[in-house]
Structures are given as structure tokens and as C-alpha cells.
């Protein structure tokens, strides 16, 4: 068994976790924050400044919950990315003072594995065609010859950025979830026309900000709002789902698994749901509460990389801001 501290600080959530594999509950503990900005989009600066002083007390907490010590940590665990930079940096850097102060070795792990990790982890899916969704990520990849390889992504944002700039754009929001329903999907239900809009489909990929930008324009033109997030989604939604059938066939899988801060819409499940019922597939969403950003899904990942002998020397912890996850090598996982 092993006990790894896991921290993540990619976007606007600061979170610690403590989990030991091969126990079962495996969560020690889960401790976050999340930075909100006042108005508009997220700042980098600003999120970073926020967590860098309010880390301390979630590392504090997280290990106080976990009711351990840290020299009982076996190692540290951190996201060095993908995500933004002077967010990153808060958290690489306390990962490397832990490491350092108490000799820990310290695990690398990136971000979108972790998300499909502790996906896997909490779904119990076993080889699925996995489905990516969040505010800063779209991509549909498989496990294939010792590495998650992407089938499709989006080629310019993605569709929680989506979502959320045309909320914001439109007056919906912020705060862009209410009682766990995106802002955009709960003005979709009274919607009752389909309007013309960009098909976002490009070969495998995807790319959204045209669509967004005609939908703006429709908005300013005096279309209804719910008939635009009405089209909008279904044309953004339907684009997710037609490349993600389409790993599917290709890749003869029998099951999809949706994770990320947008696997939450349950109206994007219902979607899944009858796609993989056409298909003959078993759907896994997972769990809303660790869809989203979370110190527990770096530790998970941490543990099962540091069982399978992962680690970095500390001067060579370094954020990737563009880490990709089909440049990550998954020795623990077999092809
Ligand atoms: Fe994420």
C-alpha cells in the first residue's frame, strides 16, 4: 500500500487529497478551494494569487482530515500541467518544498490523465472510449500501446469555455451552474425552434469558436435567447457525440466514459445515454464531485504512477502549460 498527498492548482480550484491504494475507502482526504472571479473570465494572476495565499491552510487541512503525518506520506504527488501557468507554478512549487523539506520522492502527473484515472477508479470502467469535457479541455481519446491517444479534440476552445463565454457574453451569467444545471442548458428548455447554425465537426476534431460567434450574432440580430442555447447546444453537444461514436466503431470499444467539470450536464448524459444504448456501449459518467477539479484525482494518479516507479528529481519538476496527455507514458496500465 501506498499513501501519496496529491495537489492540484492547474485552473481555479486549489485542492489537496491523500488517498492509499489497495484500501478501500481509498479517499484519506479531499480538501479544496476554488478561486471565483468577481466579474468575467478567469485571471490567471489573480486565480494564482488567491490560491498562493490560502494554500497553506488546504495543505494543513487535508492532512489534518487524513489523519496522518506527512512522514508518513510515501510521495508527493503534483499536476505540472496542462492548465495555466501562474496557477501551476503555486502548486509545483509547494510540491517541491514538501518533497525537499521531507525527503519525499515527488510524482509528475498530468492533469487530463488524472481525470480519466480517477474516473476509471470511481466508474469501474475497464477499457472505455473516453469522452474528456471541461472549461479548458475537449477531447475523445482510447488507451492504445501504453498511452491514452487522442481520436479527437477540439481545435480552438473548449466546450465549458463554450458555454461559459456565451453565457456571459448574453447576460446568463456568472455564477454559469445553478443547482448543478448549466446556465445555458436550464435557457434551453424554453427553446422551441432550431436555428441555423456553423456545423463544428472537422474530420475527427471539433471547433466551437465560430459557433460561438454566430450565435452572438443571433442574439444581436433579436433571436430569441432559448431558441439560440437551444441550437447551440445541440449543434455543440451533437458534435461531442458524433466523434465520440465514431472512436467507438472504430476502435471496437463496448463502453464511454464521460469525465471533466461538463460530464455534470445531465442533459449531455441523457445524449450519451441513448448513444451508447444505439450502440450497444455501457455509458459511465463520473461522479459530479469528482468531475471537476480535485486534489484526489493527482493523488490517485500519483499512487498508481509511483507504484509503477514514476518520479522526477526535483530540479526537474517543471510545469508544461501544453502537456498533452498522449505524451504521457501509462506504465501501469497494460496495452
Ligand atoms: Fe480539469
Not at 318 to 331: A, F, K, L, T
Request: glycine share 10%.
Amino acid at each position: 500500500m501506498v499513501i501519496v498527498l496529491g495537489i492540484e492548482s492547474t485552473a481555479h480550484t486549489f485542492g489537496v487529497g491523500v488517498v492509499a491504494s489497495d484500501r478501500e475507502p481509498f479517499i484519506l482526504a479531499d480538501e479544496r478551494i476554488k478561486y471565483t472571479p468577481p466579474t468575467g473570465g478567469i485571471h490567471p494572476r489573480e486565480a494564482a494569487r488567491y490560491m498562493a495565499e490560502r494554500a497553506h491552510e488546504v495543505v494543513r487541512r487535508a492532512l489534518r482530515s487524513s489523519g496522518i503525518t506527512l512522514s508518513e506520506v510515501d510521495a508527493i504527488a503534483v499536476a505540472l500541467g496542462p492548465g495555466l501557468g501562474p496557477c501551476l507554478r503555486v502548486g509545483a512549487t509547494i510540491a517541491r518544498a514538501l518533497a525537499a523539506y521531507f525527503s519525499k520522492p515527488l510524482v509528475p502527473v498530468n492533469h487530463a490523465v488524472a481525470h480519466v484515472e480517477i474516473g476509471l477508479k470511481l466508474t469501474g470502467a475497464r477499457d472505455p472510449v473516453i469522452v474528456y469535457l471541461s472549461g479548458g479541455n475537449t477531447l475523445i481519446a482510447a488507451f492504445l500501446g501504453g498511452r491514452y491517444r487522442v481520436f479527437g479534440e477540439t481545435l480552438d476552445i473548449a466546450l465549458g469555455n463554450l458555454l461559459d463565454v456565451f453565457a456571459r457574453e448574453t447576460g446568463l451569467g456568472p455564477p454559469y451552474v445553478v443547482k448543478g444545471v448549466h446556465v445555458v442548458d436550464a435557457c434551453a428548455e424554453e427553446g422551441k425552434e432550431i436555428l441555423d447554425l456553423p456545423y463544428v465537426v472537422r474530420g475527427q476534431d471539433v471547433a466551437f469558436s465560430g459557433l460561438l460567434t454566430a450565435a452572438l450574432k443571433l442574439v444581436k440580430r433579436g433571436a430569441r435567447l432559448p431558441d439560440v442555447c437551444l441550437s447551440l447546444r445541440e449543434m455543440a453537444y451533437d458534435a461531442v457525440i458524433e466523434v465520440a461514436t465514431r472512436c467507438l466503431l472504430h476502435t471496437n470499444r463496448r463502453e464511454v466514459m464521460v469525465v471533466g467539470g461538463v460530464a455534470a450536464s445531465k442533459y449531455l448524459r441523457r445524449k450519451f445515454e441513448e448513444m451508447a444504448k444505439l450502440y450497444g456501449a455501457r455509458l459511465y459518467v463520473v461522479p459530479p464531485e469528482y468531475a471537476v477539479d480535485n486534489g484526489v484525482m493527482i493523488a490517485w494518479t500519483g499512487a498508481l504512477a509511483y507504484s509503477a516507479g514514476v518520479t522526477v528529481p526535483i530540479e526537474d519538476a517543471v510545469i508544461r502549460q501544453r502537456w498533452r496527455i498522449d505524451e504521457v507514458d501509462i506504465p501501469w496500465r497494460r496495452a
